[in-house]
């Protein structure tokens, strides 16, 4: 990938977290309207299969961030 640009990695790191921010509060709203309780709503987002997938490849992309800008 020596050819991705810091700014490609920004703006993919912006979209992802608009898009986990968005999901997270479907997820939310969908569990309130259950009338969950607020535990098992949290609980709910940790465990959240893509929710999770979502987290770790922003953190793979912001490590790839620091790499490239420390170089």
Known sequence: MSDTKPQDIKDSISELSD????????????????????????AIIKDHAELTQISKVLSQLKNQLKKLTID
């Open 19 to 42: 898009y986990r921010q968005r999901l997270a509060k479907e997820v939310i709203t969908m569990a309130q309207k259950l009338k969950m309780p607020p535990k098992q709503i949290d």
